[in-house]
């Protein structure tokens, strides 16, 4: 029984030090790639493809971060560093942080910042009640020219990819953005979705 309760007790010791570097070193990469945020890096590109970025940039400073507290840390405790925060450790945890940051960053941020909902609501907050008409009137006119929605989405689309203006100055969808339509209605029909932009004349029967 007392060898047993040993291996147990070397197990759970393992599992606290796994979970307490994952935790630590999670911990670590937010707080970089958040305060990445309020740096002038890549401030203007698209907002999507910056939080993108950034969060590999947020990979490379969390490991040097980590490698230099290691030089810095007295030689009789990184035995006991190298234990919690080990490599495998390391790359399991920016996994894991990355995966989770970028869940949420699609999410929440993303959203926030195209959401014509957001928009509503925020108007609505110290406006309401408002009939369907005004509400109607906020989306096609108030939302169309206080966010300059069409100028930063073709804007975007540009930078993307997915169109390119003709020399009469017109936008026009490019190949990459009909493969992109495909891949969409493909996803929206696996998740039985029925998209905005979808027609007769796109829908393929």
Known sequence: ?????????????RL???????FAISIIQSFIWLALFSTPILQGAVFFYRGIILLAFSVI???LTIFSIRKLIASNLKSSFDRI??????????????????SFFVVVPV????????????RMENSSPMTKEQLRNLLSVDYMNETN????????????????ANLNGEFEITTRAKLFL???EFV??????????????????
């Open 61 to 63: 400073f969390t490991l």
């Open 111 to 122: 959203t926030i910042e195209r959401s014509v909902t957001t928009f509503m609501l925020g």
């Open 16 to 22: 606290r030090m796994l979970f307490g570097g994952i």
């Open 85 to 102: 925060f080990s490599l495998e450790t390391c790359f399991s945890a920016i996994i894991f942080c990355s995966s989770l940051c970028l």
């Open 182 to 184: 495909r891949f969409s």
């Open 188 to 205: 929206a029909d696996l998740f039985a979705v029925q998209p905005s932009y979808r027609t007769d004349s796109i829908k393929k029967k």
């Open 1 to 13: 029984m007392s060898e047993q309760s040993a291996r147990s007790r070397s197990v759970t010791k």
């Open 149 to 164: 929605a069409v100028e930063r989405r073709t804007s975007e689309q540009v930078i993307s990819g997915n169109l390119k």
